[in-house]
């Protein structure tokens, strides 16, 4: 199983689960010392855009600016079957991670094209009383957007 989240809420030293970064600095701006995906981080040539706009112009406009650039800068160039049993494991799940603790995030978009590609769902976690893993919402339209974007 294959779950996205977010760095503050994982614990490294936990060894139920594969963590693993995919964000382009690694996750080193929080000491994130586990495993790395270069596959799906971010490239600065449409990072910078992106972050540079936020509050320039909308913030749907902005992301789907982000959601295209992330599909053909990275995703189109990327198998999701090879990406999927990357980090498959029966034993031990991965979790993707990356900065954002909510809202946008190109995590989101990586799982939406995980599940378009492989009709695998990829949910976004959190974790509840005990540690227990429970689902948590991702923006819906993110999916929808990049599905429209794949098909051109």
Not at 22 to 45: H, N, Q, W
Not at 48 to 61: L, M, T, Y
Not at 128 to 149: C, M, S, T
Request: net charge negative.
């Amino acid at each position: 199983m294959i779950y996205t989240s977010y760095y503050d809420i994982c614990d490294p030293r936990d060894t139920r689960y594969n963590l693993c970064s995919i964000s382009g600095d690694r996750g080193k701006r929080v000491g994130f010392t586990g495993g790395y995906c270069r596959e799906l981080a971010p490239r600065m040539s449409f990072w910078e855009p992106w972050h540079n706009n936020i509050g320039q112009i909308s913030d749907r406009a902005n992301n789907e600016f982000y959601i295209e650039q992330y599909w053909e800068e990275v995703l189109s160039h990327l198998n999701a079957n090879t990406i999927y049993e990357k980090f498959d494991n029966p034993y031990i799940p991965t979790i993707l991670l990356c900065y954002e603790s909510h809202g946008f995030c190109h995590r989101h978009i990586a799982s939406a094209w995980l599940e378009l590609e492989t009709g695998i769902k990829v949910p976004e976690i959190k974790f509840g009383k005990n540690g227990r893993i429970e689902i948590a919402d991702r923006p819906w339209w993110i999916k929808e957007y990049l599905q429209h974007i794949m098909a051109l």
